[in-house]
T-cell receptor, first 112, second 114 residues
Framework: GEDVEQSLFLSVREGDSSVINCTYT??????LYWYKQEPGAGLQLLTY???NMDMKQDQRLTVLLNKKDKHLSLRIADTQTGDSAIYFC????????????WGAGTKLIIKP | ETGVTQSPTHLIKTRGQQVTLRCSSQ?????VSWYQQALGQGPQFIFQ???????GRGNFPPRFSGLQFPNYSSELNVNALELDDSALYLC?????????????FGAGTRLSVL
């Protein structure tokens, strides 16, 4: 079945880079997404990558995709206290009415 | 701001009761998807509505039902509430069939079942 896995916590120092990792299972996924959720809030789309791309950069965010290993990562450069949140990766099932399958989320903790 | 609004923001119900949650989609979007997010977990897909019909369903029992209206807004109804239904309910709007199929989320409705 479909499954998306992420580690639950990541702790980094302010100013360092954060790398959040995700593995997925559906090789037919055409798009993969990263969403951010702050406490008590909904999900905010951060970025997405098309499956025929290896990398996408958007300001402080870099997404790397290894399709062979079904591995996705999100790098946040110069991590700030405002980046504290839970980060979710999600894959889209094109054969199931574009349903999104989500990981459990990685809580990013920023140390001063 | 995504333009997706959900109401109410919080709700407390007792076991066995029924609840209706509402969602207004972003202007220009024709599809609404509903998700349940239990504490400490990722969202779980409940169902999707497109052209006023259910267009896909996750692993949820029939007591979870929905509607979509001609203006593309949507309702999620849950009958015979159980304690495990306590969660954040998220609605997302999108345009069906576009290549990116980006879903934009509302802030959610926090449902507590006592």
């Amino acid at each position: 079945g479909e499954d998306v896995e992420q580690s639950l916590f990541l702790s980094v120092r302010e100013g360092d880079s954060s790398v959040i990792n995700c593995t997925y299972t559906d090789s037919s996924s055409t798009y993969l997404y990263w969403y951010k959720q702050e406490p008590g809030a909904g999900l905010q789309l951060l970025t997405y990558i098309f499956s025929n791309m290896d990398m996408k950069q958007d300001q402080r965010l870099t997404v790397l995709l290894n399709k062979k290993d079904k591995h996705l990562s999100l790098r946040i450069a110069d991590t700030q206290t405002g980046d504290s949140a839970i980060y979710f990766c999600a894959e889209i099932l094109m054969d199931s009415n574009y349903q999104l399958i989500w990981g459990a989320g990685t809580k990013l903790i920023i140390k001063p | 701001e995504t333009g997706v609004t959900q109401s109410p923001t919080h709700l407390i119900k007792t076991r066995g009761q029924q609840v209706t949650l509402r969602c207004s989609s972003q202007s220009g979007h024709n599809t609404v998807s509903w998700y349940q997010q239990a504490l400490g977990q990722g969202p779980q897909f409940i169902f999707q509505y497109y052209r006023e019909e259910e267009n896909g369903r996750g692993n949820f029992p029939p007591r979870f039902s929905g509607l979509q209206f001609p203006n593309y807004s949507s309702e999620l109804n849950v009958n015979a509430l159980e304690l495990d239904d306590s969660a954040l309910y998220l609605c997302a709007s999108s345009t069906y069939g576009t290549d990116k199929n980006i879903q934009y989320f509302g802030a959610g409705t926090r449902l507590s079942v006592l």
